[in-house]
């Protein structure tokens, strides 16, 4: 089944931030994040699971959200309810059963931005995830919430956190907060949008989209995406996409003994040959022959 976003081009401008910092603000003063999960790699993921090449966190506001994750070495479907939270570090996977109304804050750490993201899903969902609200900073964290950020990645592999994974999240939304708050210069709208479009592609690249389902998702043309990718990032649509699976590829290569087939699935290739191709051209060697650590 694929995803789709329903985004509206306004929404990612710069002044969207009054309701991400308000409830910033709520969730500090008012709201008790009283449980932080914390998903494993220990496993293969599954077809279509979100495989993130950055932390992020989500902070369940309202509703229950269903979630399969790792934990304690088995794949599980673990239910997330008001008042807890899931931080995930680089390349642990997790994969939503959206099944019931639920409303969550994700907070996406790259190493040049952060993204803030308000979602909610209504009794009656449209097909696929409705963002209504996301916002952009132009600036990378400060060091401090990069301290914090590596902390609650280690924190991830004790057992006995005693409370701490709590106290360390909080503070880092402290963090996120005061970033957004800042009166620093805020992207533009191109800008904003280029940066949607990369963390759509970099949640569901591990399905067989393009851009012209891209565009459609974001209300644009084709044309339209190519020009963002061109004018705002280094590279291309095509090589962009391309690069995000290739990525993928070598770190499912490294950690896991999966078929190719399986393999190509897992980073959004219908055929097995195609991909044993593309990776190829990328690696200078096969997937067979591709080093395992």
């Given at each position: 089944m694929r995803k789709s976003v329903t985004i509206d081009p306004h929404l990612v401008e710069p002044r969207r931030r009054g309701p991400v910092l308000a409830l910033l603000g709520e969730l500090l003063d008012d709201f008790p994040v009283q449980e932080v999960l914390f998903p494993e790699d220990s496993v293969p993921p599954p077809p279509d699971a979100t495989v993130p090449?950055?932390?992020r966190m989500f902070i369940m506001v309202d509703g229950c959200r269903h979630v399969r994750m790792a934990l304690d070495g088995s794949e599980q479907e673990v239910p997330l309810r008001r008042g807890q939270a899931m931080f995930a570090g680089r390349?642990?996977?997790?994969k939503s059963m959206d099944r019931r109304p639920y409303t969550l804050l994700l907070v996406i750490f790259d190493p040049l931005y952060t993204g803030a993201f308000l979602r909610k899903r209504g009794a009656r969902p449209q097909r696929g995830n409705a963002t209504s609200v996301q916002y952009y900073t132009d600036h990378p964290l400060s060091t401090p919430a990069r301290h914090l950020i590596a902390a609650l990645s280690e924190l991830a592999r004790f057992?006995?956190?005693?409370?701490?994974?709590?106290h360390l999240l909080r503070a880092l939304l402290h963090f996120v907060r005061l970033e957004f708050e800042a009166r620093r210069k805020r992207p533009g709208k191109a800008r904003a949008t280029w940066q949607a479009l990369c963390d759509y592609l970099r949640e569901n690249f591990q399905r067989p989209i393009n851009r012209d389902e891209v565009a459609h998702a974001f209300g644009l043309h084709p044309n339209h995406v190519s020009r963002l990718f061109h004018e705002q990032g280094k590279e291309g649509f095509t090589?962009?996409?391309?690069?995000?699976?290739?990525?993928?590829?070598?770190?499912?290569?490294?950690?896991?003994?999966?078929?190719?087939?399986?393999?190509?699935?897992?980073?959004?290739?219908?055929?097995?040959?195609y991909f044993g191709r593309v990776f190829r051209r990328h690696y200078g060697t096969t997937p067979g022959?591709?080093?395992l650590s």
């Open positions: 090449d950055r932390p390349t642990v996977w997790h057992p006995e956190r005693r409370g701490a994974d709590v090589d962009y996409l391309t690069r995000l699976r290739m990525e993928h590829a070598g770190f499912l290569r490294q950690h896991y003994r999966l078929p190719l087939k399986e393999l190509a699935a897992g980073c959004g290739f219908d055929d097995a040959n022959r591709y080093a």
